[in-house]
């Protein structure tokens, strides 16, 4: 598959980046992940706000209009032959001498691939997933979609170490979100959310669950949600690009609820899929 790398378009085994690119040596840059459906990008132009609000929060300088970013991205995709994909981008601060602070004059590296999108199966959907927990030890900017990712790294190794979809993290008793999607519960009907703070990358799916609650009448209320409540509640989920809405059936070696997808999950899920149409 074709890739772009810093201006050209090129074999994915022929792009390359010097081993002084602050990326590979700090970690310093941002990513974004978006979701294509048939061949069309789905919420490009919050993805694309987040990204902008990441390369600000690091203080990279945007290279690239919104329209330019568009027609990269575009380019990337059209050159791939599946349908439905997902469209990774990252951008690091750039080329440097080894030194920690942000050096001057240097070209942000602007990287973009993209791959067939691996969809939850039929029967996560149908049966929900489990998860673990475990406490949540990154740093206090979970806000920037930053490449930094050893603390998501090391949840998502825990669960694959349990066999199951996600880590769901706690911050001193308090939920935060899973290795790489967000976390929602449901109690007495009303869904919940961790607020959007410094704890949590706020995902393009969390405006998109408002909307949907907001359109069909379900109370939302973003709240501190103690471990407590996440073990009582009637239903709890996940969301990511790649997951959409995925039902969370057992924590640990609790059962969630009643063991199986609840009914708020159903409706958002038809509404997300809906929305994707
Ligand atoms: N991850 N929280 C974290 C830590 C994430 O990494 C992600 C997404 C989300 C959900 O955000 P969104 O709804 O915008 O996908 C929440 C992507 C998919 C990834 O790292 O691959």
């Known amino acids: ?6 201006g050209v378009m090129t074999p994915l085994s022929e792009a390359k980046i010097s081993v002084l690119d602050r990326g590979f040596i700090f970690g310093d840059g941002i990513y974004e992940v978006i979701p294509v459906y048939g061949r069309k990008m789905f919420r490009a132009d919050q993805h694309l706000a987040r990204l902008f609000r990441s390369l600000d929060a690091i203080g990279i300088s945007n290279p690239h209009s919104k329209e330019e970013w568009l ?3 575009a380019k990337v995709m059209d050159a791939h032959e599946a ?15 080894r030194a920690h602070a942000y050096p001057k004059d ?3 590296t602007v990287f973009i691939m993209t791959n067939p999108i691996v969809m939850p199966s039929a029967e996560a959907r149908e049966h929900g997933v489990a998860c673990v927990s475990m406490e949540d030890l990154r740093w206090l900017h979970c806000e920037i979609k930053s490449i930094s990712l050893l603390g998501n790294v090391f949840a998502a190794q825990n669960a694959a170490e349990h066999g199951v979809t996600e880590t769901i993290q706690f911050r001193n008793g308090y939920l935060t979100e ?3 999607s967000n976390v929602w519960i449901v109690k007495d009907g009303v869904l919940m959310g961790p607020p959007k703070d410094n ?3 706020e995902g393009i799916r969390y405006a998109l669950i408002e909307e949907i609650c907001a359109a ?10 103690t471990r407590d409540e996440v073990f009582a509640a009637d239903e709890v989920m996940l969301s990511s690009a790649t997951k959409e809405v995925l039902a969370v059936v057992k924590l640990d070696d609790q059962t969630i609820g009643n063991g199986l997808p609840g009914p708020i999950y159903k409706q958002l899920y038809a509404a997300y899929q809906l929305a994707k149409a």
């Open 106 to 108: 240097v070209t942000p």
């Open 83 to 97: 349908d439905d994909q997902m469209v990774y981008l990252q951008i690091t601060r750039g080329v440097a001498k």
């Open 199 to 201: 704890q949590i990358l």
């Open 178 to 180: 899973a290795s790489s």
């Open 216 to 225: 069909k009448n379900i109370p939302f209320k973003a709240c501190r949600i």
């Open 71 to 73: 027609a990269l991205i």
């Open 1 to 6: 598959p074709l890739v772009y790398l810093n």
